[in-house]
């Protein structure tokens, strides 16, 4: 009877902890999680704290050697820290991240991405453009693993 009553507390157990996350899409953070955010109390600005700390990682694996170019951006980045002598406001892509996520079919977008499309809208593409880039992530968003 032990046995029976341990393997079903393990069971649920198991359902309990390994659920799927809404939360993650393919194991990073998405809108989902972007907006959870604004519910939390523990710090005062976590989305700024959390694009803080992506882009520190982002600089960090550029140093180390170990980096492929993960957020897709980077040359619009460069170009808008040159044309604007490295103001960079975070404040503004929170805001633009907002926008962006206040489309319920972008919150499956990984914050990464999401974070690329702003960059790429304020470094002037067009609305075609941003629609195919926007289309080409919610895509690889929706997609199942292989």
């Known amino acids: 009877m032990k046995i029976i009553l341990l393997t079903a507390v393990t069971f649920l157990l198991t359902l309990a902890v390994f659920p799927q996350d809404k939360r993650y899409t393919r194991d990073s953070e998405n809108g989902f999680m972007w907006l959870d955010f604004e519910k939390r109390m523990i710090a005062k600005d976590m989305k700024y704290d959390f694009l803080s700390a992506?882009?520190?990682?982002?600089?960090?694996?550029?140093?180390?050697?170990?980096?492929?170019?993960?957020?897709?951006?980077e040359k619009e980045i460069k170009e808008l820290q040159l044309k604007d002598n490295n103001k960079f406001d975070l404040h503004l892509m929170i805001k633009m991240i907002n926008k962006f996520y206040s489309i319920n079919a972008n919150l499956s977008v990984p914050i990464?991405?999401?974070?690329?499309?702003?960059?790429k809208e304020l470094a002037g593409f067009q609305s075609d453009e941003l629609e195919v880039y926007r289309k080409k992530v919610f895509d690889f968003s929706n997609s199942d693993l292989k």
């Open 112 to 119: 990464n991405l999401a974070y690329c499309y702003c960059i």
């Open 54 to 73: 992506m882009l520190d990682i982002q600089k960090l694996k550029k140093l180390s050697g170990n980096y492929k170019n993960d957020l897709g951006c």
